[in-house]
């Protein structure tokens, strides 16, 4: 049953991302940056709040009159301020709720995510409390009708030692303490949450905790246009001694409160404990089958840290040697941390298919895929491809499904991530002729299941990081693309153009050699090649 939840969302979200990848481009799609982006949405939230906060006055007669007075008097700054505040923390709900269904749908909620997915659930709370609180400070009649019904909800658990609803009774019984307390609890809240927020990515090496410049601007001015467009009005001042019938209501965060109405409390606790139990015991009821671990080969381990740098998970750590070799640190890796993905071994100096003598093993390895084996499985696939123009695809576990590629001049060879493929392995696939062309495909452009696979991958193939590819490789004959869309036939289409230019470069290399072999420089000719 979950099986086919995740996989149905997956697919929806696969095809509502390959839409935006189309519109702002990978670099820009919000989908791949949904948990930068509810950091950004809460700075906003907090640097407007601020400022509303100097104008604001707590005390439950001046409240109403002074939020309206920065929506109407002051609308070009308090009233875009108070816009901002509004809009940018339904925007907060709407990428986590998104962030949440897309971590669960990509199955990357259990194993060593199980921290950031449970800190995530409380996250939730956090942030419902701290915006509907703020509902509360306008004292208009929506903020009445949550006020009353929060505080008899809440009543329901014996926390307080007097009923809170009792505060809302009537005029009479709301005092200007309980609303300052209130207005407090609306600064404390939040900068738990904060706090909260920290400690959701401290599991994560190099989190992404902002969207990319681009994204930011484009987010923040059309809030601002939306601001200025559709400002953020109260409705008509709290009354206590009047019942509020009809209400404008926030449905981001106010969606299960026509629910409260009609329900009995105690069955809205059975909703809102249940599914938050569900989901802090979700990792634990889908255990995923584990692949075994990275393990340092510590004799071919000189300490670089190059593993330690690129793992995603922060599952390497690096240590004082401890095997008198003369090198001052050695890579250590934390079981409970790694996901198996490869990304170091992509990442190790002396992950190299070239060594002519003692075992191909590389500094770090993964136990169920050697170097060794990826080495052998090259050679083996290689010989049994036909044709000028054979190619080698390198796909992994996650992306598109690249099997159908497979054709009498084309291999293909899934990674666990395509990080995992050392750059020398390119070299020694087209300088020992084991194929014309490498390409390498996998999940979309910046939105790498392992988080960085793609972005390193590019990064050693360009040189910007090490281990790069040997400047005597040419680029000619490496074609990536990357689009996990899971729609095979732009996959194919570019496959059949980099086969079509292998097959010209095969032509000239042909008619360059007849040249070579006819005329009077011929060695000066190929040593020029
Ligand atoms: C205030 C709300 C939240 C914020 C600001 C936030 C932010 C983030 C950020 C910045 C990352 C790192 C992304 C990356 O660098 O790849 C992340 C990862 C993650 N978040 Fe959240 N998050 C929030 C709520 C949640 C919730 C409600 C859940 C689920 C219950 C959740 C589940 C996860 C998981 C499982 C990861 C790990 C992904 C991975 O390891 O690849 N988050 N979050
Ligand atoms: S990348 Fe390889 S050589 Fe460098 S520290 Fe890690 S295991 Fe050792
Ligand atoms: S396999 Fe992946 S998670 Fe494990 S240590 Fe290597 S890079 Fe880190």
Redesign the pocket.
Same mark, same amino acid.
């Given at each position: 049953m979950l099986a086919v939840i995740q996989k149905t969302g997956n697919r929806l979200f696969r095809v509502v991302e390959g839409v935006a990848d189309r519109f702002f481009g990978p670099r820009l799609n919000p989908f791949y940056q949904?948990?930068?982006l509810?950091?950004f949405f *809460?700075w906003i939230v907090a640097g407007s709040g601020l400022y509303l906060y100097i104008y604001f006055r707590t005390s439950a007669t001046e409240a109403y009159q002074s939020v309206e007075y920065l929506t109407r008097e002051q609308w070009y700054l308090g009233g875009v301020m108070r816009s901002l505040h509004r809009y940018a923390s339904d925007a907060?709900v709407l990428t986590?709720?998104l962030?949440?269904l897309r971590? *669960?749908c990509r199955d990357?909620?259990s194993g060593?995510?199980w921290f950031?997915?449970?800190?995530?659930?409380f996250?939730?709370w956090?942030?419902y409390a701290s915006g509907i609180g703020g509902y509360w400070l306008v004292w208009d009649q929506l903020a009445q009708f949550v006020a009353v019904l929060t505080s008899e909800w809440l009543d329901q658990l014996p926390i307080f030692s007097a009923a809170m609803a009792r505060n809302f009774l009537n005029e009479a019984h709301l005092s200007d303490r309980f609303f300052s307390l209130l207005s407090f609890l609306h600064i404390g809240i939040p900068l738990v949450?904060l706090l909260?927020?920290w400690i959701?990515?401290q599991r994560?090496s190099?989190?992404?905790?902002n969207p990319v410049n681009g994204l930011a601007w484009r987010t923040l001015l059309a809030m601002l246009v939306l601001s200025l467009l559709k400002p953020a009005v109260s409705m008509a001042p709290a009354n206590l001694d009047k019942v509020v019938t009809q209400v404008d209501l926030d449905w981001f965060y106010l969606a299960f409160y026509p629910l409260m109405d009609h329900w009995s409390y105690s069955a809205m606790w059975l909703l809102a404990g249940g599914a938050t139990l569900v989901?802090l015991f979700l990792p634990l009821l889908h255990r995923q089958k584990r692949s075994k671990v990275a393990e340092v080969e510590l004799v071919n381990c000189n300490g670089c840290e190059r593993c330690f740098v690129d793992c995603?998970?922060g599952a390497v750590t690096m240590q004082l040697r401890s095997d008198g070799l003369p090198y001052e640190k050695e890579a250590v890796v934390d079981a409970d941390q790694c996901v198996a993905c490869g990304i170091c071994v992509g990442a190790c100096p002396t992950a190299t298919p070239f060594r002519r003598r003692g075992a191909h093993l590389a500094g770090i390895e993964l136990a169920d895929y050697s170097i060794g084996e990826l080495r052998e499985q090259i050679i083996s696939v290689s010989a049994k491809l036909q044709g000028k123009a054979r190619i080698i695809v390198f796909t992994c576990d996650h992306g598109g499904d690249a099997e159908p590629l497979q054709a009498a001049d084309t291999a293909v060879v899934k990674l666990p991530c395509i990080g995992f493929l050392p750059p020398s392995f390119i070299d020694f696939i087209l300088s020992r002729k084991y194929a014309e062309g490498v390409f390498l495909t996998g999940c979309s452009a910046g939105n790498c299941?392992?988080?960085f696979g793609i972005d390193w991958t590019q990064q050693r193939l360009l040189n910007q990081r090490d281990p790069g590819l040997r400047q005597r490789v040419s680029r000619e004959l490496i074609d990536c693309y990357w689009d996990g869309s899971g729609h095979s036939r732009p996959l194919k289409m570019e496959l059949l153009d980099f086969h079509a230019h292998l097959k010209e470069m095969a032509e000239h290399e042909h008619v360059r050699d007849i040249r070579a072999i006819d005329g009077p420089g011929r060695d000066e000719t190929r040593s020029e090649r």
């Open positions: 949904l948990g930068g509810a950091f *809460f907060m986590v709720v962030h949440l971590e *669960f990357r909620f060593v995510r950031s997915w449970v800190s995530g659930v996250l939730l956090l942030m949450l909260g927020m959701h990515i994560i190099q989190p992404r905790s989901m995603p998970y299941y392992h988080r």
